[in-house]
């Protein structure tokens, strides 16, 4: 296990920073990521790391920004220690959808597949078990 885990997840709550996923709910510990990764020249420093799920982490890879199509501009991606998470996302209680409300929560739900099938379907127990928010 990543030395920066009991940290890191306490910190962040035992949640992913991304997509709000408990981690509990899961059968192995969420993973420590780099926000900006070291090969972007990210930073080996509390400050550059964050908490994500397994598809967070995989999708988000070494991105740091993704093409918003509502502002035909390319956009950062959220950073969790620099923001706060309800200013960029919305989370739709009845589909189980997260929503981004800025161009930065638009191209991190869709880069991060935030709403993919599964996730959505995990999403929509996850609030009936009054697990999510």
Same mark, same amino acid.
């Given at each position: 296990?990543?030395?920066?885990? !009991?940290?890191?997840?306490?910190? !962040?709550?035992? /949640?992913?920073?991304?997509?709000? !996923?408990?981690?509990?709910?899961?059968?192995?510990?969420?993973? &420590?990521?780099?926000?900006?990764? @070291?090969?972007?020249?990210?930073?080996?420093?509390?400050?550059? %790391?964050?908490? !994500?799920?397994?598809?967070?982490? &995989?999708? @988000?890879?070494?991105? *740091?920004?993704?093409?918003?199509?509502?502002? +035909?501009?390319?956009?950062?991606?959220?950073?969790?220690? +620099?923001?706060?998470?309800?200013?960029?996302?919305?989370?739709?209680?009845?589909?189980?959808? *997260?929503?981004? @409300?800025?161009?930065?929560?638009?191209?991190?739900?869709? +880069?991060?597949?935030?709403?993919?099938?599964? +996730?959505?379907?995990?999403?929509?127990? %996850?609030? /009936?078990?009054?697990?999510?928010?």
């Amino acid at each position: 296990m990543n030395s920066r885990y !009991a940290t890191v997840a306490e910190r !962040a709550g035992h /949640r992913c920073e991304f997509c709000h !996923a408990p981690e509990a709910l899961f059968n192995s510990p969420f993973e &420590v990521e780099h926000i900006v990764p @070291k090969s972007r020249s990210g930073l080996e420093d509390e400050m550059n %790391w964050a908490l !994500a799920c397994r598809s967070c982490n &995989v999708r @988000k890879s070494d991105h *740091i920004t993704a093409f918003d199509e509502k502002t +035909q501009m390319e956009v950062r991606l959220f950073h969790p220690r +620099q923001e706060d998470w309800t200013v960029h996302f919305l989370v739709n209680l009845v589909s189980g959808e *997260i929503e981004g @409300k800025t161009p930065v929560g638009r191209v991190t739900v869709i +880069q991060l597949g935030m709403n993919n099938p599964r +996730q959505v379907e995990a999403r929509r127990l %996850w609030i /009936r078990l009054g697990l999510f928010p």
